[in-house]
């Protein structure tokens, strides 16, 4: 079993920075490949950003890249969301996800074994 907690969601102005961290307990954390998602009222659950077990290879969806970083300190067992540039249209709850299976990280989200309960993330226009 691994446990996820997130934290520093939050209320901000368009144009700020937030800084999502996501710490994980239950398992070799190195092990884990991590994701960031998103979901919105009324719409699906969308893919993030994504790292691999070593934090050597990342990816990005289109709709952030550039603007958000993800990283990961195996030693803390945290992975984290550098968001900056924040829009509006961020406005989601955001979820730290963790897969035991994929070393590179993935896209999908049936790819992830374990969720956090998530972190709310307002910007306002």
């Known amino acids: 079993q691994v446990q996820l907690v997130e934290s520093g969601g939050g209320l901000v102005q368009a144009g700020a920075s937030l800084r999502l961290s996501c710490a994980a307990s239950?398992?070799?954390?190195?092990?884990?490949?991590m994701g960031w998602f998103r979901q919105a009222p009324g719409k699906e659950r969308e893919f993030v950003a994504t790292i691999s077990r070593s934090g050597g290879t990342s990816d990005y969806a289109d709709s952030v890249k550039g603007r958000f970083a993800i990283s990961r300190d195996n030693a803390k067992n945290t992975v984290f969301l550098q968001m900056n540039s924040l829009k509006p249209e961020d406005t989601a709850v955001y979820y730290c996800a963790a897969s035991v299976d994929r070393f590179y990280g993935s896209r999908n989200y049936l790819e992830y074994n374990y969720w956090g309960q998530g972190t709310q993330v307002t910007v306002s226009s």
């Open positions: 239950g398992r070799t954390f190195s092990r884990l490949a």
